[in-house]
Every structure is written in C-alpha cells, then in structure tokens.
C-alpha cells in the first residue's frame, strides 16, 4: 500500500486542490444551462441528503451509505444522458487507443449503452428481459469494461458488502487523511496488507469515493467530483495497473432526459441476447485455459515453520480472463493465503465461451506450497 500512496498521491493531491471548489456552492447540477437542455426541469435537492453525511464508525455502514451516493445506480433516478471519453494505455504506459462511451438510462432494464473506438463497436441495450447486444460479437474488451463500471457503478454491490468482512483503516495521503474500508476476509492471526482485497477510501466528512483498488493492482483515482440527482459523480477518472496508466476518462456530458420513450431502449433488429450468470467450470479445466501465471513468493515465516500445503481459492473470471474475486476456501496457514492471493491476482485465462460468446466464470484456484 505504500507504494500505492507515492504512486497516486500527486495525482489525488491535484484533484483535492480543485475539488473544494468542484462540490462547493453548485451542489445540486453539474451540467449548466449551457449543456443542459431548455426543457429539463430543474433539480430538487432531496431531504435528507446522505450526500452531505458524515462517515458513521461502522465500516459496513460506510461501505452501504458510499454505495447510495456514489455512482449513477438505483432506482429513485430521473431518466439521464452521459457521453464520456477516453483514452487506453498498452502493458508499457503507452497510449493505445482513444473512444468513447455514450450512455442513456431510465432504469437499471432500461438502457442503452454505444461503445466507440477504433477497434470496438458495440451497443448493449438493457431490457426486462435481458441483456441485449449488436456490433461486434465479444463484450466490451479489457479495460473498456473498467471504466464503465468505474464510472456508473464504482461501490460493491450489498450482496458482496454482506459476503465479506469489511474492515476499516484511516490512511494517510500526504497531509490528508481517509477512511479506507477494505472487503476483507478472515483469514486468521494475522496482519491482512491494505489493498490486498477491494479497498475504497473516502474523506472523513463525506461519503465521496476518492480512491479505489481492487484485483491486487489497479487503483482508480476519483477527480472533479460533482453532485448529480444527489450522487456524487468524478468527471476525471485515472485508472493504473500495478504503477502504470492503464485508462483515464473524462466526462464530456451529463443531464436528465426531458423525456424517454421505450423505442429509445428497444433492441435493434438483430441485436443478440448476452448471457450475464456466470458458469461453473471445473478447476482443472480453466487451468488449461491460463495464459500467464504468477508463481508465488514463499513466506519467510512459513518457510521457517516448514509450514506447506495447498491453498484453495474460489474465483470469479470475467469474461476478459481476468481475475474479478478471489476467496479463501481453505488453507494451512493465514501467510500462505495472501501469498496465494498475491500471485493468484495477476493471473490471466483465455475467455470462456459458451455458443461462441465470452462468460463469467466461478471456478477454483489451487495453488501448492511445497515445503523443503
């Protein structure tokens, strides 16, 4: 974590100067009536405002409350448009491709999504009777997929807040201090490293999710926050893998639709259904599957103990290959566990199909420490 802190400080530091004046006064609308259609009605701020709350002590409470107000989820929104912008960065930090990501909603089974870039075409459309796609046949390739979720939905849901055991640290950024709540596991006696599960860090004084990271590597820096429908909403966004850029994004639009019409979301001719439950696959099969592997570092303290054995670990993958979630199934010893972990996340798969079309998959990974 403290390589974390040198790497994103600067960048975190920068978005806070500007950030006492991006949730000022103007707390209610970003988009100003020169962006913002004549016949959108105004804004009415709500009461309460979970906004404006202090963090409650509790980091169960933390999480749930940030979930409510960060983000543009849920069900109490009014219709809303976003158009955002993008740039992607290869292995090495350099740039890769730019495109753009438009966004139209009125309910979590109703909306349209257009991804744009030079390599990727696609629209997803979000119905009740499931997920809708035309244009290129793969999901949203890796990191475009991030970035929406970073960008609409950045919290965990309640039902991963209710899995996992989250568990609160007060980290210090330069002179600024945040409340960090980490979705940890018990893994026994033993001190957990802070970002070895998903980790989000919020000011003291409000829920405004500043910082996030997650899959053992990617950290996402939350700038130029600014209040929509009550929610907070970074217009600048910086996404890094292990210390170098993967993805930045900026917000180029944002406002309520004055008025939606169901044709606006119905599938276009052709549109193909994407299966979105994950599959269940055999552990030894996904392992045939795996295109790089992290072996992992033997720690000091089991090795002294002559402490070995195998570590089980339940996995979600994307249907980018890469490791979404990771959990402790069974171990020997609590060292092994976040050794495992630690490789485990920078592991990769070739996507599972079924019907020719990229899944999630919940799977095992096993990983043996021999002793000597």
Known sequence: MKQIVAALLATLLLGLAAQSQATAPQQTNPASPANTPASAPPQTPSTPKPADSPLPSDPKEILELAAKTNGLGGDNLKPWHLKASFETFDEKGKSQTKGSIEVSWAGPQRYKRIYTSPNYSQVEYGTEHGVYYKGDLTPPPYPEAIIVDQLLHPLPSQEEIDEFSPEK????????????????????????PLGLFPTYCLPPEKPMLRFGTFSGGIQVVFNKLVLFQEKYLAKEIAISDRGLPLANITVDDLHILPSVKDTDFQPAVGALKRSTNPVDVPSGLMDGTAIRKVSPVYPPAAKLGHIGGRVVMDALIGRDGRIHRLKIASSPDPNLSIAAIQAAQQWSYKPYTQAGEPVEVKTQIIINFQRS
């Open 169 to 192: 640290r007060e980290q210090n950024f330069g002179k600024m201090k945040l409340e960090c709540v980490m979705l940890s596991q018990n893994l026994g006696h033993v001190s957990i």
